[in-house]
Each structure stands twice: as structure tokens, then as C-alpha cells.
């Protein structure tokens, strides 16, 4: 959408052009720093919009590539990135699993205790108690 809206409004800017060019067709002098000569101002006016588009298109063209170069660059980034981010989270799945089998052994052995004491278990009894 965006692309037609420019289309459409670079479209209108060159029929302005072309009206006002055809409305100015007498001849000017164009200096040169070697001359000069007369050339009809509709000449002029085409040439110097036809020039400004070839320098406008030359800067969106270098930007473009720039644009694209960067891209590439970024997205190679990526592909090696990947592969260490997906071994990390393979690491952290691991250690995550062997930090909930530590915390289920530790609550079957808190479990153990405790029923060990609500049964007044003679081995945790102090000599005085028994």
C-alpha cells in the first residue's frame, strides 16, 4: 500500500513537471564553465528533474544495499547464536531436572523424619527422654 502511494504521488509530481516544462519552451542560455549555450527551458526543466531522480534513486539504491548487507549480517549472527542458545536451554532443562530430583529426595527424607518423630522413634530421642 505504501509502494502505491508513492507510485501514485511520484506520478502526479512528474505530469506537474511535464505541465509546467510545456509551458515554459522558449529558449534560455545554460553556462558552462566552458561556455554556454541555449537550450529550450523545457529541456532544462526535464533534465534537471531527470537528474535529481537518477541522484535521489543512486542514495536510496546505496541505502538499500547497506540495508541488505546489514541483514545478512544479522541474520548469520542468528544461525550461530542458535545452536548455543538451544545447547544452554538443554543445560538449564537438565540441571532443572536434577534440582527437583535433589528437592523430591529431600522432601521423602523430611517426610521420613518427620513420621519419625510424630511415632516418637526411639533412635531420635535424646538419653534423657527415652
Known amino acids: 500500500m505504501k509502494i502505491q502511494w508513492a507510485l501514485i504521488l511520484g506520478l ?12 515554459n519552451i522558449e529558449d534560455v542560455p545554460v553556462n558552462y564553465m566552458f561556455g554556454e549555450a541555449y537550450w529550450p527551458l523545457i529541456l532544462v526543466i526535464l533534465g534537471s528533474a531527470l537528474i535529481g531522480a537518477i ?24 544461525d550461530q547464536k542458535e545452536p548455543e ?12 531436572a536434577l534440582k527437583d530430583a535433589e528437592l523430591t529426595r529431600r522432601n521423602d527424607e523430611f517426610y521420613t523424619l518427620e513420621q519419625r518423630v510424630m511415632n516418637k522413634d526411639p533412635m531420635l530421642l535424646d538419653k534423657s527422654e527415652r
Open 12 to 23: 502526479i509530481f512528474a505530469i506537474i513537471i511535464a505541465l509546467f516544462a510545456m509551458v
Open 85 to 96: 542458545l538451544q545447547q544452554e536451554l538443554r543445560e538449564l532443562r537438565e540441571l532443572l
Open 55 to 78: 541522484i535521489s534513486a543512486s542514495f536510496s539504491l546505496v541505502r538499500i544495499f547497506s540495508l541488505q548487507r546489514e541483514a545478512k549480517q544479522l541474520r548469520k549472527q542468528l
